[in-house]
């Protein structure tokens, strides 16, 4: 008979200790159950409107079991995303800020393991009021980073540096607002702050270079902007460049740099990335998932507003009346099938557009080609499926541009200049389409932009 060691008497112990435990845990996986590690937004809490909904498990679980048993109140209409164990659920629309939701997960959604959720999950949070930041003073040119609550109140200065903001570009949760800040001249750099003016930090070192126009995707997690490079003439033509916020590392969108670009612009759900480029004239639209291209000729030099699917884009173009020239709205189908017509059978004198996040209106600037009712561009709203146009503002003495809806796509803000005072100084307006007033906001500012 032989005998055991010390040594194997010890793992013998191990083994068996093992296989106790996993017996153990096999038996009590059902009275265990599937845990809920994570939740967000989160209770009682206040996100931003375009906040997405997030359920975290602590092990792989069967998606329909799991969504079927999903549920909000009041309710939102939307889609289901999985990262690896976490459930997104993204609502087609911006939520109803000040409105109270509750989201429900009952019991019984299973893993992959066969194991289930003993108890319902519930917990309720508030979407905030969106914000409004803009630059100011519009006439000077150290101008810093302004704050407006939207339903009233005083504005408040967030920051101002020692040269002055060139541009802005709130991150789509609110949390940031990435800067355009200038240096020694030629160089400027992108510099991220948060909502409450604080922490701000120079977002990587653009010199020799010049860096501005920065462009966030939909996930907030890549930064597009313009970079132009140091020539014996000054700065070269500008190329979009990326950069993502994860890893901190930037390269240029297209190896080929011949590509030249400015003004970018991310479609709604992420998907495409468009800007001008000069050298072929023409707004280029980059499909990031299959590289493919889309190039919409044009002769005004920047980009157009993209659809809340991102399928379509309406943008400015020329076109010749007589012996002179005159912007006109174009439409665009960014599918493969492509084409492009006019937005509108009897154009005017329009640009400027804007599409709504719902998709209901756009937003454009019209002026009468025989001037009647002034030089000014006036607010117009074009309803895309019916063609219904309406006329929101009226008034020879202001110009009217820089539209900008808010997340749920009920107010727009406006950038005026009233033509008939010698040292006018733009100005910022806002236009609610629930009761249809028209108010100014700011006397001195300008670039105003919705702060999710």
Known sequence: ?????????????????????????????????????????????????????????????????????????PPVEGQFEWDGNTLIFQPAQALSPEQTYTVTLEAGAESSAGRRTL??????????????????????????????????????????PRNGIFDLAPAPDGSEIALTLAEDEPISHIWLVSRSGDSARQLFNCAPAACSTPAWSADGELLAYVRREPSSNGLAPGRIWLYDLASGETAPLFQDNQVLGFGPVWSPDGSRLAFFDGNAQAIRVLELESGRVTVIPSLMGEVGSFSPDGGQMVYTDIRQVGRQYFPQLWLADLSEEGGIRPLLDEAEEDSSPAWSPRGEWIAFARRRLDRQGGPGSQLMLINPESGELRQITDDAAYNNTGFQWDPTGQRLLIQRFNLETGSARAEIWLYDL????????????FGGQWLP
């Open 1 to 73: 008979m032989s005998t055991l060691d010390s040594f194997d008497r010890l793992v013998l112990s191990i083994i068996a200790g093992l296989v106790l435990a996993i017996g153990s845990l096999l038996a009590l996986g059902d009275h265990v159950g599937v845990r809920v590690t994570d939740v967000s937004p989160e209770e009682g809490s206040s996100p931003p409107v375009t906040a997405p909904i997030q359920i975290a498990f602590g092990q792989p679980m069967q998606v329909a079991s799991v969504e079927e048993r999903f549920s909000i109140r």
């Open 119 to 160: 108890e319902a999950v519930s917990w309720s949070f508030r979407p905030r009021q969106p914000g409004i930041v803009y630059l100011a003073p519009a006439d000077a040119a150290d101008r810093g980073l302004w704050f407006l609550p939207a339903e009233g109140g005083e504005p408040s200065e967030l920051f101002t």
């Open 434 to 445: 629930g009761d249809e007033s028209l108010a100014r906001l700011v006397e001195n500012g």
